[in-house]
């Protein structure tokens, strides 16, 4: 088994291009660190955060809540746009919604967005119990590891933080009142096959967006962390050309 890193990345490069990486719910930068050093790669500045309650145990993420996840990527960003000319945002599920949801809030400064398989909504039967069973229970059934190719591994929580996951709930409400605020260009990559986000969210995301820049790109050999799957080089592929596209 590959070891699992959890920890934050961060290239320091162009001062042109800067490039914020995002990570998903119970994941870690593991699942995002081929893309960010592919695209460090490119000789761009690239920052991949840590998110808080997350690469540790589940119980920490209980600790914590969307405005804090939120907070450390909007840190970040600031951080990039202070020493480059143009940041792009990329996120993974829950990282695509933070990094819409940046997009949202700081407008021209989001030079574009790349996000894969992002989540924006719950349509699961027990989703609008959440607030109520995060009072009682403390986790349920892990939602991580949904990759198609053999021997790899995600290194998300082997258990779901139940009140951590009712407060993902709440940020995707507050994603989705504000999609209409997302004018950048946008690449948005969708697995035909995801287990853990259905396609009920892309379509949300595509048809509310007023970004008059908008690819999708259907993966057909991944699952939900297309990052680590077999599709992760056309991600990383065309990130890169959409990024250069915009900066050219």
């Known amino acids: 088994m590959t070891s699992i890193d959890t920890s934050p990345f961060a290239h320091e490069g162009s001062a042109e291009i800067g490039v914020l990486v995002c990570h998903g719910f119970t994941g870690s930068p593991h699942s995002m660190r081929p893309w960010a050093q592919y695209l460090a790669g490119q000789g761009w500045s690239v920052s991949l955060p840590l998110l808080p309650g997350h690469g540790t145990h589940w119980r920490d993420a209980n600790r914590t809540s969307w405005h804090d996840w939120y907070s450390t990527i909007d840190d970040a960003f600031t951080r990039l746009r202070e020493r480059c000319g143009k940041v792009f945002v990329c996120g993974l599920s829950m990282g695509g919604g933070l990094a819409l949801r940046l997009a949202e809030e700081r407008g021209d400064e989001v030079a574009g967005v790349v996000v894969v398989n992002p989540s924006v909504i719950l349509v699961r039967w027990d989703a609008k119990l959440l607030p109520l069973l995060a009072h ?19 290194g998300a929580y082997d258990r779901t933080p139940v009140r951590a996951a009712a407060s993902l709930r709440a940020f995707h409400s507050v994603v989705r009142s504000d999609l209409h605020r997302v004018t950048q260009p946008l690449l948005l990559f969708r697995s035909a096959n995801d287990h853990v986000v259905e396609p009920v969210n892309s379509e949300i995301v595509l048809s509310t967006v007023k970004s008059a820049d908008v690819t999708e790109v259907v993966l057909q050999d991944s699952f939900h962390v297309a990052t680590l799957d077999h599709d992760a080089p056309r991600i990383f592929d065309g990130s890169a050309e959409f990024i250069r596209r915009l900066s050219a």
Do not use: Y
């Open 136 to 154: 009682v229970l403390p986790s349920a059934k892990a939602i991580g590891n949904d990759i198609a190719k053999p021997d790899t591994f995600e």
